[in-house]
Antibody, heavy 119, light 112 residues
């Protein structure tokens, strides 16, 4: 079955960058878009952006433009999300989630990666 | 892009029905049939419950149903059960950005 496995928790200092990975299995990697969504402690879900693994094109939410980069490695079926210039407000659980072409829903989701930004 | 508006909390007794609203604009909820709903239990990843306004994925109970009218989508849970206690989020495609998506503010469902 389709499965997304994310990298482990990270602790970063303000101003640093973090790169979270999401390894896909159980389907043709290039046939599904990948989204990144984050959730700050006690808060709601926030869409960050989408990458098309077949062409490496990405689109980001305006809030994160200039700070986020989404890339993919087709040889390992892995998508990456890098967030730079971290601040305390970026402390959150970061999720990857797939979406089929011409589909507009997130299913399944990765297990989430906690990123803590603290001095 | 502003979040879609949901009530902060909704509660009901076992066996009752509850409805969660999700209000957006003509650029998202009102303009497309691409509304989905997610259930999230504490410490867990969200789970897809409804897609394309009113479709249930395989394995999701038929106690969950969705609808839309104008700029407002709704999720109804009938025959409320203890395990339905969770946070619920709506999501929609939005034309505000390329391939953009937007989530609702989230609703805490409490089973009394």
């Amino acid at each position: 079955q389709v499965q997304l496995v994310q990298s482990g928790a990270e602790v970063k200092k303000p101003g640093a960058s973090v790169k979270v990975s999401c390894k896909a299995s159980g389907y043709t990697f290039t046939s599904y878009y990948m989204h990144w969504v984050r959730q700050a402690p006690g808060q709601g879900l926030e869409w960050m952006g989408i990458i098309n693994p077949s062409g490496d094109s990405a689109s980001y939410a305006q809030k994160f433009q200039g700070r986020v980069t989404m890339t993919r490695d087709t040889s390992t079926s892995t998508v990456y999300m890098e967030l730079s210039s971290l601040r305390s407000e970026d402390t959150a659980v970061y999720y990857c989630a797939t979406e089929g072409v011409a589909e507009y829903w997130f299913d399944p989701w990765g297990q989430g990666t906690l990123v803590t930004v603290s001095s | 892009q502003s979040a879609l508006t949901q009530p902060a909390s909704v509660s009901g007794s076992p066996g009752q029905s509850i409805t969660i609203s999700c209000t957006g604009t003509s650029s998202d909820v009102g303009g497309y049939k691409y509304v989905s709903w997610y259930q999230q239990h504490p410490g867990k990843a969200p789970k897809l419950m409804i897609y394309d306004v009113n479709n249930r994925p395989s394995g999701v109970s038929n106690r969950f149903s969705g609808s839309k009218s104008g700029n407002t989508a709704s999720l109804t849970i009938s025959g409320l059960q203890a395990e339905d206690e969770a946070d619920y989020y709506c999501s929609s495609y939005t034309s505000s950005s390329t391939l953009g998506r937007v989530f609702g503010t989230g609703t805490k469902v409490t089973v009394l």
